[in-house]
T-cell receptor, first 113, second 112 residues
Framework: SAVISQKPSRDICQRGTSLTIQCQVD?????MFWYRQQPGQSLTLIAT?????????ESGFVIDKFPISRPNLTFSTLTVSNMSPEDSSIYLC??????????FGPGTRLTVT | RKEVEQDPGPFNVPEGATVAFNCTYS??????FFWYRQDCRKEPKLLMS???SGNEDGRFTAQLNRASQYISLLIRDSKLSDSATYLC?????????????FGGGTRVLVKP
């Protein structure tokens, strides 16, 4: 399976600021996704990061709040904009290679104060 | 009704015992099924895919029942290290594209 790294691993941010999370994969992958996991909850898909084009967002998530970039097949960023305490969560990058099986990065633990 | 439902547990299991739990899904056209394991404060890790004929990987056995729309996971000879949250994951249908749907997870606690 692909090796996925995320930066930062955790951060504490003030409300109103923005944080960009990076996801790096050690091999080219066809699909990359961004998920959120709030405390005690399961995973919720934010968007599919499309290489060279705009991301595809799920219901309840918008580009202005969660801009995503994917400049190539091994890298993507997710920005959490104008943060509020409700954005405190774990943000996970995920990739799929060919088959249906999907793998997750170690996550970024965000706390907004 | 949620698309993917799991008993949240916790299932308290004596070490060495067998534990089994199910996950139900609402979309009869669902294509693919998986079990993931998530340890506390860690990312989900793929445990096994679930095939129509059922499959076994060591002490873990997964079954799919399409008629009743559920999948199951059985853990034999439980180890302390099996303590985790087990996530049921479904690829709903071709129309849903490649988007997986996650259950809320079943927490398993293996005790000495």
């Amino acid at each position: 399976s692909a090796v996925i790294s995320q930066k930062p691993s955790r951060d504490i941010c003030q409300r109103g600021t923005s944080l960009t999370i990076q996801c790096q994969v050690d091999s080219q992958v066809t699909m990359m996704f961004w998920y959120r996991q709030q405390p005690g909850q399961s995973l919720t898909l934010i968007a599919t990061a499309n290489q060279g084009s705009e991301a595809t967002y799920e219901s309840g998530f918008v580009i202005d709040k969660f801009p995503i970039s994917r400049p190539n097949l091994t890298f993507s960023t997710l920005t959490v904009s104008n943060m509020s305490p409700e954005d405190s969560s774990i943000y996970l990058c995920s990739v799929r290679q060919g088959s249906n099986e999907q793998y997750f990065g170690p996550g970024t633990r965000l706390t907004v104060t | 009704r949620k698309e993917v439902e799991q008993d949240p547990g916790p299932f308290n299991v004596p070490e060495g015992a067998t534990v089994a739990f199910n996950c139900t899904y609402s979309n009869s056209a669902s294509q693919s099924f998986f079990w993931y394991r998530q340890d506390c404060r860690k990312e989900p890790k793929l445990l096994m895919s679930v095939y129509s004929s059922g499959n076994e990987d060591g002490r873990f056995t997964a079954q799919l029942n399409r008629a009743s729309q559920y999948i199951s996971l059985l853990i034999r000879d439980s180890k302390l290290s099996d303590s985790a949250t087990y996530l049921c994951v479904v690829n709903p249908s071709k129309a849903a594209g490649n988007k997986l749907t996650f259950g809320g997870g079943t927490r398993v606690l293996v005790k000495p």
